[in-house]
């Protein structure tokens, strides 16, 4: 009986990690160009303890997390969103992502935002990220919400860009 409940709970165990295992090939076969990416974000942000452990990431998947990143927070809540949170950690690396997946118009409007920072440089710990915020975010709300604008926009199709960039680097995707 006992050695039952083991091989049970053995397959059961299985099963589980068999269906929390992220298979990329499977992933690049969905349909729908968007859930593909959602998948992998979903991935990297589980891998990466949702940026906390960034670490755990190769430089391949950073890149699609920046810039996915960024696209989730304009799209929330604008850019102001995406510095007040925890993305805004990794903004002038999701310059250099944009551009290493050619998402050269996207890059621009970032810089762009980017700019209202002294310096252009934008800080990478929250609380004085937030502080400075607070101190720019009026004179940077014009800009911000014509950057907002712009990157609703498009340019960039963010989405085939992020696809072909995996299917580029796939064995990065696997780690």
């Known amino acids: 009986m006992k050695k039952l409940l083991i091989f049970i709970t053995s397959l059961f165990s299985a099963n589980v990690s068999s269906q ?3 298979d990329l ?19 990297l942000n589980e891998k990466s303890e949702y940026g906390e452990k960034i670490e755990k990431l ?18 929330n809540g604008g850019f ?23 998402a050269n118009k996207t890059a621009e409007i970032v810089k762009k935002a980017n ?5 252009g440089t934008v800080p990478k710990e929250k609380a004085e990220r937030q502080n400075e915020l607070e101190l720019i975010e009026e004179k940077a709300e ?6 907002d604008s712009e990157f609703y926009e498009y340019h960039d199709n963010l989405t085939e ?9 796939k064995m990065e995707f696997k780690k």
Do not use: H, P
């Open 25 to 43: 090939d499977t992933v690049l076969k969905i349909e729908r160009r968007d859930m593909i990416v959602m998948e992998i974000d979903s991935y």
């Open 161 to 169: 860009l992020l696809i072909v960039f995996v299917i580029k680097n």
């Open 115 to 119: 700019s209202e920072f002294k310096n």
């Open 80 to 102: 102001n969103q995406f510095y007040f949170n925890s993305s805004g950690n990794f903004s002038q690396e999701t310059v250099s992502a944009l551009l290493e997946i050619g």
């Open 58 to 75: 190769n430089s391949s998947q950073r890149t699609f997390f920046f810039i996915e990143n960024l696209e989730r927070e304009i799209n």
């Open 142 to 147: 014009e800009n911000w919400n014509k950057c």
């Open 20 to 22: 929390t295992k992220f």
